[in-house]
């Protein structure tokens, strides 16, 4: 079933309107017809069956049968700060990490960075990355999309971490696997926390440094070397794995 994620203006009762890009997707795309049954997510972990009324290419409605949790979405919430990565990877890192539960996703200025992103372009980029998680949300069958963050320098991302259970450093020189800084025992709160993953060539020591004396714990991902766009999505679903005893 097609799922769609809707706004809350777009929801009237138990009609919902989709947007001219979704009616297009719906009318030109996947050529669906009245009474065709899709999914529409209201993005903060609900989803319902809904019944297609009236389509056209700029316009189409929907009645929604029954809202009910969204079965994809994880308990925990996952922060990934990842280093700026250079042509698509970061884009790639976005859909992956996305699809394996990640909350948030920081994208970091650090200093080995090789991507250079001035506020002109963060806007752009962000709406892309955006799009990405998005439409990798929608593919997978979660109930809320990622929020992607403007690019951060280091600093003010670890100002965050008093909001967090734990902060994880993913450090390639590190022999403590990441299941041994998560907590004893489940939680009865959902568990918050931010991985840090550096981007090409990794962080600068004084970067893991600044991150350490910020109470980050440093972790292995395992004996291999990793490339960055990799440890991020590996870092995240190992996480995910842990906390939610899947």
């Known amino acids: 079933m097609h799922r769609f994620f809707i706004e809350p203006g777009q929801v009237c009762g138990d009609e919902v309107t989709l947007s001219p890009e979704q009616a297009h997707q719906i009318a030109r795309v996947l050529r669906l017809s009245s009474g065709a049954r899709i999914c529409i997510l209201d993005g903060r972990g609900r989803e319902s069956e809904a019944v297609l009324m009236e389509i056209s290419p700029r316009c189409a409605t929907a009645r929604a049968v029954e809202w009910r949790p969204a079965a994809g979405e994880p308990r925990a919430h996952v922060a990934l700060a990842l280093g700026l990565l250079k042509g698509e990877k970061m884009d790639w890192a976005v859909q992956k990490t996305t699809e394996v539960g990640a909350s948030e996703i920081l994208p970091l200025q650090c200093a080995r960075s090789v991507v250079r992103v001035d506020a002109e372009r963060a806007a752009g980029k962000v709406e892309r990355w955006q799009r990405i998680a998005r439409e990798a949300a929608e593919q997978c069958r979660r109930g809320r999309v990622p929020v992607v963050h403007p690019p951060l320098p280091l600093d003010s991302v670890l100002a965050r971490a008093a909001g967090f259970d734990r902060v994880l450093l993913a450090d390639e020189a590190e022999t403590v696997p990441l299941s041994a800084a998560l907590f004893p025992a ?61």
Request: glycine content about 10%.
């Open 186 to 246: 489940p939680s009865a709160t959902p568990p918050r926390v931010l991985l840090l993953v550096g981007p090409e060539g990794s962080f600068a020591p004084e970067e893991a440094a600044a991150a350490r004396a910020a109470g980050a714990l440093s972790v292995s991902l395992g004996p291999r070397v990793l490339r960055a766009e990799t440890a991020a999505l590996v870092g995240t679903a190992l996480l995910l794995h842990h906390l939610e005893g899947e």
